[in-house]
């Protein structure tokens, strides 16, 4: 694709990067096949491909209006565009730069700017969102079932086991995240047992938090580089120990961590740190896909749907990792149509999209329930409570699966 970026931006880190995406396209469409607002749409501009040609307009200098802002807000950042497009354009990148732009040139109506910044005040803090959950779970019962939908449920799987006691040789750091530990806060109990006993200790760090994802999504990249310093500061020492991986149980974090070494390429005294901590970062299943999982094997078989979270299917690159752990483990794993579509989750956007976050919901909870599974399990905090809001059937990380037993 042939490319006129304008003298103020061509020069620059964005433009250079924006530049050189944008020319390995080749307008097939192929995108548009995979992506799911163009499917519930049938827009061009609601498709990666359009939404391509909309950031490029705005990097030749052509007129940002509210309605290019809308187009790109409404791109969900699965990716899945990426796994699909056989020239490799880094199209979750080029969108970032987009956004960051649009926001620039756009300014948004009140009340959009105040659920944005309301969003980024309460989410990425753990303390702050408990409160406000309480809050809204004791008004849930007398709300309409528009906002009953939006206040999220606490996981009704809980962990009364205390933890190991055992120190093993092998350490692995754990990162709580910010939301999971209110709405979820068994997995991270779940998985210290069971690596406990696979011989592996995990060394909790109070200090990390949230991961920076939400700010960056929501185009505040310097409140995101702030989350990951504080993380990098808080796991060093830890590293320096010997810690040998850095465990990722909620996918959507693990894929910006693992990109901490990308965003902080330029900052000279995180650099290193951000590139060593990104090389550390494994998802549970890389963890547990090279370990003897003969211990964990389940007993009596049970009916699995599994849902792969785009972060972890298209932006991590692990497709298929977790379903073959569990066939390992002896669960019979239900086929799923279209287990390549996001649920409609994906951060906030159920918040701020919540009309086509609902019907991509309506068909994900269709396909993954259409063969009868005991249970639905998935591997990031985002989905297992958007799933768990109107699913039929319980919904549970799946490394319950084997601490349960």
């Known amino acids: ?34 992506c799911p607002t163009y499917q519930l749409l049938g827009d061009e501009l609601d498709g990666p491909r359009g939404r391509i040609y909309l950031i490029k307009q705005m990097l030749e200098g052509q007129a940002v209006t509210p309605k290019t802002q809308l187009h790109l807000d409404r791109c969900l950042t699965c990716v899945n565009c990426q796994t699909t497009c056989p020239s490799g354009v880094s199209y979750g990148k080029l969108l970032e730069i987009g956004r960051e732009i649009a926001e620039e040139r756009i ?39 528009a906002l009953k939908q939006k206040v999220p449920l606490r996981n009704a799987t809980r962990n009364n086991h205390p933890l190991p006691q055992q120190q093993h040789a092998r350490k692995m750091l754990i990162l709580d995240g910010c939301v999971q530990p209110v709405l979820d806060p068994a997995t991270n109990i779940a998985t210290t047992r ?33 989350f990951m310093k504080a993380n990098i500061d808080a796991w060093w020492p830890h590293i320096e120990a010997g810690a040998e991986a850095i465990i990722m149980t909620a996918s959507g974090c693990g894929s910006l961590v693992k990109a901490y070494g990308d965003y902080l390429k330029d900052d000279p005294d995180y650099a290193d740190k951000a590139a060593r901590v990104s090389a550390l970062t494994k ?20 009916r699995i749907a599994f849902h792969p979270p785009c972060t972890l299917q298209h ?14 483990a002896g669960f019979e794993l239900l086929p799923v149509e279209d287990a390549h579509l996001c649920c ?20 994900k909870l269709h396909n993954l329930q259409q063969q009868r599974p005991e249970l639905i399990a998935t591997a990031n905090i985002g989905c297992l409570s958007h799933l768990q809001s109107r699913a039929k059937v319980p919904v549970a990380h799946w490394i319950h699966l084997f601490d349960n037993q």
């Open 283 to 302: 998802d549970l299943s890389e963890v547990l896909s090279q370990e003897d999982l003969g211990s964990l094997a389940a007993h009596p078989s049970r």
């Open 315 to 328: 932006e991590q690159k692990l497709q298929n990792v977790v379903e073959q752990i569990l066939i390992r």
């Open 194 to 226: 069971v690596l406990d006993r696979l011989g592996i200790s995990v060394v909790q760090t109070p200090d990390a938090g949230c991961c920076g994802a939400l700010s960056q999504h929501l185009n505040a990249g310097a409140e995101a580089q702030t």
């Open 1 to 34: 694709m042939q490319t006129q970026l304008t003298d103020s931006i061509k020069n620059t880190s964005l433009g250079k990067q924006a530049e050189q995406i944008l020319r390995t396209c080749v307008h097939c469409g192929f995108c548009n096949a995979t």
């Open 344 to 363: 409609g989750s994906a951060g906030t956007y159920s918040i701020l999209q919540h009309e086509l976050s609902q019907k991509l919901l309506t068909n």
């Open 107 to 145: 300014p948004r109506p009140l009340l959009q700017r105040m659920i944005r910044r309301a969003l980024r005040l309460v989410l990425p803090y753990t303390q702050r969102f408990n409160t406000v959950l309480t809050l809204g779970q004791l008004v849930r019962p007398v709300l309409p079932a």
